[in-house]
């Protein structure tokens, strides 16, 4: 049996936020400018900020202006504007020129790093007063008489038999009037809130997607400064959404990622191989050749949409960011919107303080139903569910109409019919995929891309991938599906061993894992619960990501 833990001790803010990515930082910001004496303190689970973000980037930036209007004087590393907007469809051999969605023209935004971004808002932000604890997760929440009153940081030291080793530290409880989660997508308290104040009730589910990232420096010769392309079609079928992303920016750098819808059906299906093998496709080569591959990561990305956001306001606290789900799927940007969520419920924060710190956070729905990101959202709304509804050709038509002809204002909306653990075929009855090999030039395995991505976890500690009913993983997951987490997992921590003797069982390499929380999501019966390892681990992503 575990040993009793010493009690935590505790700090008092008037404000915590949970998490240093754009939303989070926008909040702090925002409170510090509205309320320069409120006590703000915000926990970020990398070893620094910006360690964790993984993301395109090409931002929009209507938000910035809005929080920092002199952001180009103050040094934003936004240096490379998107110049050139490139849609492609796919074949096997071939690429064809689609005209450029509205929603996809990219004049006037800039291709970022946003974890660069991001290390430069919490500059930003400590100069104003916020105190930021890069590498302290928040691990438990903190509730008094029905109100959230903050959070515990994780504990450091206790060793995989739950016992405290040579370097155990206790947790601290960081307690606050209001506590904002800014965890991003499908973050592991912001999962809890939701379910405890059943913040999902008379909404959609969310669905995601998985991202998956590489950043390439390229001779000078293959790099085009500003280009943003996007494609659709190969290597994917027409029934599962996604494609791929390259954006030029930097001195010779290439942001290269294929996104893919996690509602996919075919259990066999491995988003790590897609992303592989689609830079083999001739018009995708041209842009790596002679390259070299800096840094690898993954992350997952709501794409539910307006119908999928969930209430935002309980007592305590608010959801922000994509913690709650602001991702405008056809512009394929979420930063803007996330940024703007945050500042918005800083506003009502700064209001309720001042009003006492005792009352609600209901003002930040509003503010933020009569906002430009409701409005944007709105908008849109039909077109990621009618690619679900219709698949690839049925979906680019429909979008069309809705896009070009009805102008977003459809007097229907589409719902998510289910959550995205529910659409795996049996294995037995999909069609299996042969991947080819790679070739340690332009396509690589999963063990060497986890290296680039420095991801790193201390190995004595409890696994922080849970599994509800070990079982499960072989009566279910193996015997029916083949184990879809041996291939959706873009780090190889799910490994079946065993299997050729007869005797399979599923193996957890929870040090390979990057943070991207797919397991969680796509599981088919909610086995996985992916919780915040130590403090510090993960991946740590370079400037540049
Ligand atoms: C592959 C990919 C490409 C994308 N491309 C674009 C693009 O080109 N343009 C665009 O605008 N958007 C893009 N997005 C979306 C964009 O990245 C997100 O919308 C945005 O980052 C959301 O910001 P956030 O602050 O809500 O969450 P995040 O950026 O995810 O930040 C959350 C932070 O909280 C930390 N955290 C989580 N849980 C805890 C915890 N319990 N304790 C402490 N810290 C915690 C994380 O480590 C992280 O640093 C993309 C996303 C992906 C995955
Ligand atoms: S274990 Fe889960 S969260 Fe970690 S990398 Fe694999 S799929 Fe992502």
């Excluded at 071939?94 to 450029?100: D, N």
């Amino acid at each position: 049996m575990a040993e009793e833990l010493p009690p935590r001790e505790a700090m008092e803010f008037d404000v915590v936020i949970v998490g240093g990515g754009p939303s989070g930082l926008a909040a702090a910001i925002r409170l510090k400018q509205l309320a320069p004496d409120a006590a703000v303190c915000l926990v970020e689970k990398g070893s620094e900020i910006g360690a964790h973000i993984l993301s395109g980037a090409v931002l929009e930036p209507r938000a910035l202006n809005e929080l920092i209007p002199d952001w180009r004087k103050k040094g934003a590393p936004l240096e490379t504007p998107a110049t050139d907007d490139r849609f492609l469809y796919l074949t096997a051999t071939r690429a064809f020129r689609l005209p450029t969605p509205p929603q996809m023209h990219n004049t006037g935004n800039y291709i970022v790093s946003l974890g660069n971004v991001c290390r430069w808002l919490g500059q930003q932000a400590e100069a104003l007063g916020v105190e930021i604890y890069p590498g302290f997760p928040a691990a438990e929440l903190l509730e008094d008489s029905g109100r959230i009153a903050g959070i515990a940081t994780g504990d450091m030291g206790i060793g995989k038999d739950g016992n405290p080793t040579d370097t155990f530290q206790r947790g601290m409880e960081l307690r606050a009037r209001y506590t904002l989660f800014a965890e991003g997508c499908r973050g592991s308290l912001s999962k809890q809130v939701i379910r405890r104040f059943n913040l999902r009730d008379d909404h959609d589910p969310q669905t995601y997607a998985i991202g998956i990232k590489e950043l390439w420096e390229v001779p000078a010769a293959n790099h085009k400064p500003g280009l943003v392309e996007h494609t659709v079609g190969w290597p994917l079928d027409a029934r599962t959404y996604g494609g791929s992303f390259l954006y030029h920016f930097g001195s010779n750098l290439i942001s290269y990622g294929f996104v893919i819808g996690l509602d996919y059906r075919n259990p066999w299906l491995s988003p790590f191989d897609e992303m592989q093998r689609f830079k083999t496709h001739p018009e995708a080569r041209g842009h790596f050749e002679g390259g070299r591959r800096i840094s690898y990561g993954a992350r997952a990305l709501n794409e539910g949409g307006l119908q999928s956001i969930p209430r935002l306001a309980f007592p305590g606290g608010a959801l922000i960011g994509d913690a709650a789900g602001f991702v405008n799927v056809p512009k394929i940007k979420g930063t803007h919107t996330s940024m703007k969520s945050g500042m918005l419920a800083a506003e009502a924060v700064a209001d309720a303080l001042a009003a006492g710190g005792t009352g609600d956070l209901s003002g930040y729905e509003t503010r933020l139903r009569d906002s430009w990101v409701w409005q944007e959202l709105s908008l849109v709304r039909n077109i990621r569910p009618s690619f679900a509804k219709f698949g690839l050709y049925g979906g680019l038509a429909y979008s069309a109409l809705d896009t070009y002809v009805l102008r977003g204002k459809a007097p229907w909306t589409f719902h998510h019919p289910h959550p995205d653990n529910e659409t795996l075929l049996d294995a037995s009855s999909a069609q299996r995929i042969e991947y080819p090999r790679p070739d340690g030039a332009l396509t690589f395995d999963r063990l060497s891309s986890v290296f680039i991505s420095n991801t790193n976890h201390e190995e004595n500690q409890p696994g922080h991938l849970h599994l509800a009913d070990p079982k499960i993983a072989i009566t279910l997951n193996w015997q029916r599906y083949r184990s879809p987490e041996a291939r959706y997992c873009p780090a190889g921590v799910y490994e079946i061993v065993g299997a050729d003797e007869g005797n399979p069982q599923l193996q957890i390499n929870a040090q390979n894992c990057v943070h991207c929380k797919t397991c969680d999501i796509k599981d088919p019966v909610q086995n996985i619960d992916w919780v915040t390892p130590e403090g510090g681990g993960g991946p740590n992503y370079p400037g540049g990501m």
